[in-house]
């Protein structure tokens, strides 16, 4: 379920609901496989996204289980470059889960609407990402649905949101659940086709379709029909033509089939900033000093400072009164 935070929004619907707790909703955002997303506002007038999870989901024990579990572990994702959860509901109807609102659009739309990022765009695009994900990892929790829905362009960064809940939809045989796939097909990792466990590594792989799409506008395992995209995750090599070559190898290294082979994401940090030993809040930080959005105008230099008024140069006066 994506947060189409920043872009366009429709009408709540006579049967949506107006309020949910504290939250007053005010449109819909997007609807995905596990419920609809709503613009709300809490009581000091902060806007929020409201994730409301489908009826027939919220009725079974076993996906209101893992819910709890997984939204409990994302609580504990620190902020930098995510869209972090700022409350929930897990116990009564309906059940929801509310983020920051991130205005701005999704890598998806921007690159879809401008082309791919061009050189300092593309690496603060690729830095942030993976920023969030040692974000994400360090709270013991997998993405595992990564992919250019799910990263957004905001004024201070690339953010990424919906960490952790698709494994609420997981079942025990493997990517599909009733029918339905969870994941894009383009951005699974090719062990999860494998039906292999899923871990951080998987992520990482997710992270390499998601900056070569960024880079290229194309995603490195397009196909027409869902099992030719599987079968090139699972057996060909990506398509990185015209990916910057200062990341083209490392994005490669990203997408090796085997996730023991790929590297870590401190790796990533490391290699992408020059940093042995790279500290995410601090690049975190960096991230935001330095980040313009792409297609946004240039911020114009401040105006030149007025002159200072000249100083009198005559013969110093004597205060009257004083010899």
């Given at each position: 379920m994506t947060t189409h935070a920043g872009e366009n929004s429709d009408a709540?619907?006579?049967?949506?609901?107006?309020?949910l707790g504290p939250y007053r909703l005010l449109s819909r955002l997007g609807r995905g496989g596990m419920g609809t997303v709503f613009l709300g506002q809490d009581p000091g007038?902060?806007?929020?996204?409201?994730?409301?999870?489908?009826?027939?989901?919220?009725?079974?024990?076993?996906?209101r289980d893992r819910f709890r579990r997984e939204v409990n572990a994302a609580r504990q994702v620190r902020r930098f470059c995510t869209a972090p959860v700022i409350d929930a509901e897990l116990d009564a109807d309906p059940l929801y889960v509310v983020?920051?609102?991130?205005?701005?659009?999704?890598?998806?739309?921007a690159v879809a609407e401008r082309g791919p990022l061009?050189?300092?765009?593309?690496?603060?695009?690729?830095?942030?990402v993976a920023?969030?994900?040692?974000?994400?990892?360090?709270a013991g929790i997998v993405?595992?649905?990564?992919?250019?829905?799910?990263?957004?362009?905001?004024?201070?960064?690339?953010?990424?949101?919906?960490?952790?809940?698709?494994?609420a939809l997981d079942?025990?045989?493997?990517?599909?659940?009733?029918?339905?796939?969870?994941?894009?097909?383009?951005?699974?990792?090719p062990e999860l086709l494998r039906g292999e466990p899923v871990t951080p590594a998987s992520d990482v792989f997710s992270w390499g379709c998601v900056v070569a799409y960024a880079g290229t506008a194309r995603a490195p395992f397009a196909g027409n029909t869902v099992p030719e995209i599987f079968y090139k995750v699972a057996h060909e090599p990506p398509k990185l033509d015209g990916l910057d070559p200062s990341l083209s190898e490392l994005v490669g290294a990203a997408l090796d089939k085997d996730p023991r082979k790929r590297p870590s994401v401190q790796e990533l940090l490391a290699r992408l900033v020059g940093h042995t030993d790279p500290n995410p809040a601090l690049i975190a930080e960096t991230v935001q000093a330095s980040w313009h959005v792409?297609?946004?105008?240039?911020?114009?230099p401040p105006p030149p400072a007025a002159p200072a008024p000249p100083v009198a140069t005559g013969p110093a006066r004597t205060p009257a009164g004083e010899p």
């Open positions: 709540l619907r006579p049967e949506d609901p107006r309020e007038g902060r806007r929020v996204a409201v994730k409301v999870i489908n009826r027939e989901l919220a009725g079974e024990t076993a996906f983020t920051e609102y991130i205005e701005g659009p999704s890598l998806e739309r061009p050189g300092s765009d593309l690496e603060g695009l690729a830095v942030g920023t969030a994900l040692a974000a994400i990892h360090g993405h595992r649905d990564l992919k250019p829905a799910n990263v957004l362009l905001s004024a201070t960064g690339p953010r990424v949101i919906d960490f952790g809940i698709a494994r079942a025990a045989d493997g990517p599909t659940r009733t029918g339905q796939l969870v994941g894009t097909p383009n951005y699974l990792p792409p297609g946004a105008p240039p911020v114009p």
